[in-house]
């Protein structure tokens, strides 16, 4: 199970892992400059659930428990669906105002 694991799934722990430290790094720069949002801690929070669900399935994996190891795969993902879902709509927030938006005295 070990060569399983050291052969299939490195591009996701290395996934997860990135996905942890970059909203991390993120959260950590955006507490620097005082203005903490909401969607950095939710994703932050997201990467962790993640993390800790491909943990716990790594280990489903080293125990040869089969019983588990869907629900662990299943909280990983939801805790990318976390990530991705704050940092869209976040996104979607902090949107460019659309061409009738603009201040007309700049568009003359």
Same mark, same amino acid.
């Not at 955006?30 to 932050?44: D, E, N, T």
């Not at 990467?47 to 299943?74: D, K, M, N």
């Not at 990530?83 to 902090?94: E, G, N, Q, S, Y």
């Given at each position: 199970?070990?060569?399983?694991?050291? #052969? !299939? =799934?490195?591009? $996701?722990?290395? /996934?997860? $892992? @990135?996905?942890?430290?970059? #909203?991390? %790094?993120?959260?950590?720069?955006?507490?620097?400059?005082?203005? &903490?949002?909401?969607?950095?801690?939710?994703? +932050?929070? /997201?990467?962790?659930?993640?993390?800790? /669900?491909?943990? %716990?399935?790594?280990?489903?994996?080293?125990?040869?428990?089969? =019983? @588990?190891? *869907? &629900?662990?795969?299943?909280?990983?993902? +939801? /805790?990318?669906?976390? !990530?991705?879902?704050?940092? %869209?709509?976040?996104?979607? =927030?902090?949107?460019? *105002?659309?061409?009738?938006?603009?201040?007309?005295?700049?568009? #003359?």
């Amino acid at each position: 199970m070990v060569t399983h694991l050291s #052969t !299939v =799934h490195p591009l $996701v722990y290395i /996934g997860v $892992v @990135s996905v942890l430290l970059s #909203t991390a %790094w993120a959260l950590v720069d955006q507490m620097r400059r005082s203005k &903490i949002g909401v969607a950095l801690p939710v994703a +932050f929070a /997201g990467a962790l659930v993640s993390t800790a /669900g491909e943990g %716990w399935h790594a280990y489903t994996h080293l125990q040869s428990s089969t =019983h @588990s190891a *869907p &629900i662990a795969a299943a909280t990983a993902l +939801f /805790g990318l669906v976390v !990530v991705v879902t704050a940092l %869209w709509l976040a996104a979607r =927030h902090r949107r460019r *105002p659309a061409a009738d938006d603009v201040d007309e005295r700049r568009a #003359t």
